[in-house]
């Protein structure tokens, strides 16, 4: 698997997701629930479904204007003609 660096991006937006509808499903039972909570899968996966491509579209685009990283060739070493 390719390493793709918007859905890395991606990463700390979902894991805040999944912690905002924890805590909300928490509230609406009164008492504590677990990430892996079914009712709390769904709502993930209902948001990041309904927001998914703006996302990626917005962190493409941030990634795009971002300056990018020229690799540096510390290889001093006559290279043959």
């Known amino acids: 698997m390719a ?3 918007v859905l890395f991006r991606q990463l700390p937006v979902i894991q805040k997701i999944i912690a905002d509808e924890t805590w909300l499903e928490s509230e609406r039972r009164g008492c504590p629930v677990p990430p892996d909570d079914p009712v709390v899968k769904e709502h993930v996966c209902d948001i990041v479904l309904r927001i998914g491509a703006s996302l990626r579209e917005a962190l493409t685009v941030e990634l795009a204007d971002a300056p990018q990283k020229v690799p540096f ?3 001093h070493t006559p290279h043959a003609a």
Request: charged share 65%; glycine share 0%.
């Open 3 to 5: 390493f793709d660096p």
């Open 73 to 75: 060739d510390d290889d």
